[in-house]
């Protein structure tokens, strides 16, 4: 669990016990300003790109923001960059509810979940949060991870754009946008 306002804090590392995410979760406090690119740089590269590379694990992140920054070092390119190099799927949950109708924040969070193939949620009532949580859970559940090695493909650490599609239009893929 890592909450951010100028800094990020993990209040919880990784684990599969409810109970102590909850206690994270309890741990969190609002502060001043947003570093929200920073918290996805720092948790992708320090957190999620660390996984051993021994062993499959597939590395989702899920942030519950309004997509505004104000305190960032990092950009949101830096941040989607990480979030790609360490091959984490990233799924947002917007809390924007500016009445001035500013949505600015929306597509920010809408341009890193899809950078990475994730998903972003913009739920109605504070009930559906949970409901959005849930629709995360089982579409983590049912994914598939596809692999590609192209003939004579050099390992120089550049990007790679990736597009992937359905013959049949009435499916919608959601996948990176390329790989490192």
Known sequence: MLGFDSTAEVTQDFTDQTELLSKGVRMLRP???????DAIYFVCRDKLAKADPGIAVRRAGGILSDGRDNQSHATREEASEMALRAEAVVYDISTNVNPS????????????AEATGGRVFFPFHIEDVA??????????????????????FAFDGRFRSIEISTLDKKYKVRSRTGYY
């Open 101 to 112: 109708g500013d949505r600015s924040g929306d597509k920010v969070l809408e341009r890193i």
């Open 131 to 152: 409901n959005d949580f849930t629709a995360i859970q089982d579409e983590l559940r049912s994914q598939y991870a596809i692999a590609y090695k192209p003939s004579g």
């Open 31 to 37: 502060g001043g300003g947003t570093a929200l690119y």
